[in-house]
């Protein structure tokens, strides 16, 4: 089994930042790529940035220049540094992982930004 655990989310003011991070651990094989998704109240579940396994970085546009992906590939942990948060970005934030074709996902942290 993989499991994926994240943490760093909580509660900040418009304007401000947070750091997530998300550990995986278990039976990896091949991992080609980990990101994020988000969830926010009575919404579907979004993609919000990927970090493959040699680097590349895409991202949502609508986090595109506030939100960095990285990733360290030693400890098998996914980084997402969040910038100039608005109250549109309020969710649940998921990490993923994807080894050879199949999704592992974490349970979420929350992030909830006041106006």
């Known amino acids: 089994q993989v499991q994926l655990v994240e943490s760093g989310g909580g509660l900040v003011q418009a304007g401000g930042s947070l750091r997530l991070s998300c550990v995986a651990s278990?039976?990896?094989?091949?991992?080609?790529?980990m990101g994020w998704y988000r969830q926010a109240p009575g919404k579907q579940r979004e993609w919000v940035a990927t970090?493959?396994?040699?680097?590349?970085?895409t991202y949502a546009i609508f986090v595109k220049g506030r939100f960095t992906v990285s990733r360290d590939n030693a400890r098998n942990t996914v980084n997402l540094q969040m910038n100039s948060l608005k109250s549109e970005d309020t969710a649940v934030y998921y990490c993923?992982?994807?080894?050879?074709?199949?999704?592992?996902w974490g349970q979420g942290t929350q992030v909830t930004v006041s106006s």
């Open positions: 970090i493959t396994n040699g680097g590349s970085t």
């Open positions: 278990g039976r990896i094989f091949s991992i080609s790529a």
């Open positions: 993923y992982l994807d080894d050879r074709g199949i999704a592992y």
